[in-house]
């Protein structure tokens, strides 16, 4: 099969490479698409040679291992949760699949991702995606249970203030069902342009360039979307006394964070990361019901050769939404 493999100079190289077999409980899907996102930029330079990255895909099944149960068929479509975790410890049997033991990431190293023809995947980790959800989309249900995660994590009540720093995928979904799920208002902040425009399609009823133009003491949740810890400080003011700060984005490096506004207000710092099954399975049921329509958020859609400029595209923020990739 054809695949986008990291090549020796840390670009991607589309090579020949063998068709993975479905084992025991694991499913062989034909990728429909792939998305790339932030952490794809942060692992790159980190992921050994060979590596197939994707962890954003769907993909029709072609092929079921033995001892796979017997609803899945030749045919199905399935969203890929891409955390390959034991399905039996604590956390596995919680929905906190990313915090098993043996968990693998797929498309982060542990297992093939989506820049590839077909991947194998487990049952486990492969959500059926109803027919009444178009297969395009099947890569945004990945980006969409962030969001839904976020919220969660955040603890988002009925009516709450909600201030999103950042309009990229994860900012832009956790607004969407920060209005699915009854915000009072919604604020979202990026300095580009384009994706304020994209924030208020999925629900923002404030878009600001810069968070120093939003007011401070004024909202119950206020989620960290960018990955820049240093913002922490700017959520804390931001944020009312004893309220929430969800951080979901990702910064590698360390930063400084005053700790005594937060400890002046009872602020509830809490961090979020992946998704469970079920939340999953939560976004396929609000794509099919009309309740998310994820089509704003698809920038664009470019075959598997030109993986190397998507990937530029997306590191210099020069297309706002998803681009995907259609092996
Ligand atoms: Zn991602
Ligand atoms: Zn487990």
Same mark, same amino acid.
Not at 149 to 172: K, M, Q
Not at 262 to 269: G, H, N, Q
Not at 278 to 296: H, L
């Given at each position: ?101 043996? !968990?693998?990431?797929? %498309?982060? $190293?542990?297992? *093939?991702?989506?820049? #590839?023809?077909? /991947?194998?995947?487990?049952? @486990?980790? +492969? ?34 203030? !909600?201030?999103?720093? %950042?309009? $990229?995928?994860? *900012?832009?979904?956790? #607004?969407?069902? /920060?209005?699915?799920?009854? @915000?009072? +208002? ?40 960018? $990955? ?8 804390? /003011? ?90």
């Amino acid at each position: 099969m054809r695949a986008a493999v990291i090549a020796p100079d840390g670009r991607f190289e589309v090579a020949e490479v063998p068709e993975p077999k479905p084992g025991p409980g694991e499913l062989l899907l034909r990728v429909t698409s792939c998305g790339f996102c932030g952490s794809d930029i942060k692992a790159r330079p980190i992921m050994p040679e060979g590596t197939i990255m994707g962890h954003e895909f769907g993909g029709e099944v072609v092929g079921v291992g033995s001892g796979t149960s017997s609803t899945w068929r030749e045919g199905t479509h399935a969203a890929v949760l891409p955390a390959l975790s034991c399905g039996t410890c604590d956390w596995c049997r919680s929905g906190f699949v990313i915090h098993c033991p043996q !968990v693998r990431l797929v %498309g982060l $190293g542990g297992a *093939g991702g989506g820049f #590839a023809e077909f /991947a194998v995947i487990t049952e @486990a980790a +492969s959500i059926p995606l109803t027919p009444r959800v178009n297969s395009r989309y099947s890569a945004l249900v990945e980006p969409f249970a962030v969001g839904l995660h976020t919220i969660h994590t955040g603890g988002l009540r009925e009516g709450d203030d !909600v201030l999103v720093i %950042g309009a $990229g995928s994860v *900012g832009l979904t956790t #607004a969407a069902w /920060a209005k699915v799920r009854g @915000a009072g +208002s919604i604020t979202v902040v990026d300095p580009v342009e384009a994706r304020r425009d994209v924030a208020k399609v999925f629900g923002a009823d404030v878009v600001l360039a810069s968070v120093e133009e939003a007011p401070r003491n004024s909202y119950d949740l206020v989620a960290e979307c960018v $990955g820049h810890a240093e913002l922490l400080d700017d959520c804390v /003011a931001r944020a009312r006394p004893r309220s929430r700060v969800v951080v979901a984005g990702v910064d590698h490096l360390p930063k400084q964070f005053t700790s005594s506004s937060a400890i002046m207000k009872e602020t509830t710092l809490t961090f979020a990361v992946y998704y469970s099954p079920a939340e999953f399975e939560t976004v396929i049921e609000a794509i099919a019901d009309g309740v998310i329509d994820p089509a704003p958020l698809l920038a664009k859609e470019v075959p598997l050769d030109q993986v190397n400029e998507a990937f530029a595209d997306l590191t210099a923020s020069a297309v706002s939404g998803r681009i995907l990739v259609t092996p």
